[in-house]
């Protein structure tokens, strides 16, 4: 069973930056893939990005393409989620989940284990 432990958010203003970390401890990252998901006060949990185990293939949500990229460090045993030209529309607590049943996207039935979150303010 793996453990999570996202790090990384806090408060920035409209067009800024954050990464996100998610670290892995009680197995190693390499076996699971990696899925970062988010949700917005009085909305449900959407994936917004996602990143395999076999080859770090990637899938992201669409309202995140071409601003988001995630990556892993198995070696660091850690994930990240950097986030470019952010939105007021971003704000969100964001979470880490890790898959081991050998698929990887933007599904929540994909992930088993999930971190605690954290929350992600885009504001001026």
């Known amino acids: 069973q793996v453990q999570l432990v996202e790090s990384g958010g806090g408060l920035v203003q409209p067009g800024g930056s954050l990464r996100l970390s998610c670290k892995a401890s009680?197995?190693?990252?390499?076996?699971?893939?990696i899925g970062w998901f988010r949700q917005a006060p009085g909305k449900g949990r959407e994936g917004v990005a996602s990143?395999?185990?076999?080859?770090?293939?990637?899938d992201y949500a669409e309202s995140v393409k071409g601003r988001f990229t995630v990556s892993r460090d198995n070696a660091e045993n850690t994930a990240y989620l950097q986030m470019n030209s952010l939105k007021p529309e971003d704000t969100a607590v964001y979470y880490c989940?890790?898959?081991?049943?050998?698929?990887?996207?933007?599904?929540?039935?994909?992930?088993?284990?999930w971190g605690q979150g954290t929350q992600v303010t885009v504001s001026s």
């Open positions: 989940a890790a898959g081991e049943q050998g698929f990887y996207g933007l599904g929540l039935e994909i992930y088993d284990y």
């Open positions: 009680g197995r190693t990252l390499d076996y699971y893939a």
């Open positions: 990143i395999s185990s076999a080859d770090s293939s990637t």
